[in-house]
Antibody, heavy 118, light 110 residues
Framework: QVQLVQSGAEMKKPGASVKVSCKASGYSFTSFYVHWVRQAPGQGLEWMGIINPTGGSTTYAQKFQGRVTMTRDTSTSTVYMQLNSLTSEDTAVYYC???????????WGQGTLVTVSS | QSALTQPASVSGSPGQSITISCTETSSDIQNYNYVSWYQQHPGKAPKLMIYDVSKRPSGVSNRFSGSKSDNTASLTISGLQAEDEADYYCSSYTSNSPVKFGGGTKLTVL
């Protein structure tokens, strides 16, 4: 069965970086784009960016450009999202999600809570 | 950037039908049939309920249906059940950036 399994919760200080992983299984890793979406406490969903696992090309939301990097490792079917220069406003649950096509997300990771606090 | 506007909350009694709207200020909903709806229970990841405006993924109850008219998409839940109580988000493809989400609607089953 299709699964996206994310790395565990992280606690970071302001100014630090975080790297979250998302390991895919149960399907052909290079056949589906993967997105990252975050959700601040009590807030809605916010799209961060997309990565093409085949060639590694990326598109980021304007809000995060210059601060986010999405990469992938085809040998382990894993995508990564690194966010730099963290502030308290980056405290959120970060999700990876598989793109069924036409930006419909049919499978989601379980979420990774990133807490930024001094 | 244009926004997707949803009502903050809706409610209904078991067995009733409710509709959640998703209105856009630009024309992406109108021009593309790439609207999705997600259900999210507290502490859980979102779940795809509707895609391509009105298609249901395998395993999703046929009590859930989607439609659109001009710049507004809608999610209708018929035969409301207690387990339908959750947050619901619409999303749409956008010509400026691949996707945007609505602000979410909290559904309360009375």
């Amino acid at each position: 069965q299709v699964q996206l399994v994310q790395s565990g919760a992280e606690m970071k200080k302001p100014g630090a970086s975080v790297k979250v992983s998302c390991k895919a299984s149960g399907y052909s890793f290079t056949s589906f784009y993967v997105h990252w979406v975050r959700q601040a406490p009590g807030q809605g969903l916010e799209w961060m960016g997309i990565i093409n696992p085949t060639g590694g090309s990326t598109t980021y939301a304007q809000k995060f450009q210059g601060r986010v990097t999405m990469t992938r490792d085809t040998s382990t079917s894993t995508v990564y999202m690194q966010l730099n220069s963290l502030t308290s406003e980056d405290t959120a649950v970060y999700y990876c999600a598989r793109d069924l096509g036409r930006v419909h997300f049919d499978y989601w990771g379980q979420g990774t809570l990133v807490t930024v606090s001094s | 950037q244009s926004a997707l506007t949803q009502p903050a909350s809706v409610s209904g009694s078991p067995g009733q039908s409710i509709t959640i709207s998703c209105t856009e200020t630009s024309s992406d909903i109108q021009n593309y049939n790439y609207v999705s709806w997600y259900q999210q229970h507290p502490g859980k990841a979102p779940k795809l309920m509707i895609y391509d405006v009105s298609k249901r993924p395998s395993g999703v109850s046929n009590r859930f249906s989607g439609s659109k008219s001009d710049n507004t998409a809608s999610l209708t839940i018929s035969g409301l059940q207690a387990e339908d109580e959750a947050d619901y988000y619409c999303s749409s493809y956008t010509s400026n950036s691949p996707v945007k989400f609505g602000g979410g609607t909290k559904l309360t089953v009375l």
